[in-house]
């Protein structure tokens, strides 16, 4: 079993920042992609933002240039810093991770997959 765990939602003013955490722990032998998605009401799930292989990272135009993603690889944690909000990123944020839990899966087979719980962005006008 893999779990995730967020933090660092909330409410912020427009032009405000917060940093979003995922921690992942449990059963991985190695990490393929951490990224960020979010869901606002009445909208599909987008991608936010995600890093794979340990240097590429891809990010939705419309946070390009404010948003930025790291990673702690030893820790298993992933962050999303989120700089010059809008009240259009208000979202439900959801952090995925796509893992191998031994070695013979990582030759053999794609890396499982698991979300958090999501973390709650509200950016006020």
């Known amino acids: 079993q893999v779990q995730l765990v967020e933090s660092g939602g909330g409410l912020v003013q427009a032009g405000g920042s917060l940093r979003l955490s995922c921690a992942a722990s449990?059963?991985?032998?190695?990490?393929?992609?951490m990224g960020w998605y979010r869901q606002a009401p009445g909208n599909q799930r987008e991608l936010v933002a995600v890093?794979?292989?340990?240097?590429?990272?891809n990010y939705a135009d419309s946070v390009t240039g404010r948003f930025t993603i790291s990673g702690d690889h030893a820790r298993n944690t992933a962050y999303l810093l989120m700089n010059n909000l809008k009240p259009e990123d208000s979202a439900v944020y959801y952090c995925?991770?796509?893992?191998?839990?031994?070695?013979?899966?990582?030759?053999?087979?794609?890396?499982?997959?698991?979300w958090g719980q999501g973390t709650l962005v509200t950016v006020a006008s």
């Open positions: 995925n991770v796509k893992y191998w839990r031994n070695s013979i899966d990582r030759h053999l087979f794609s890396p499982l997959e698991v």
């Open positions: 449990g059963n991985i032998f190695g990490i393929n992609a």
């Open positions: 890093m794979a292989g340990g240097d590429i990272v």
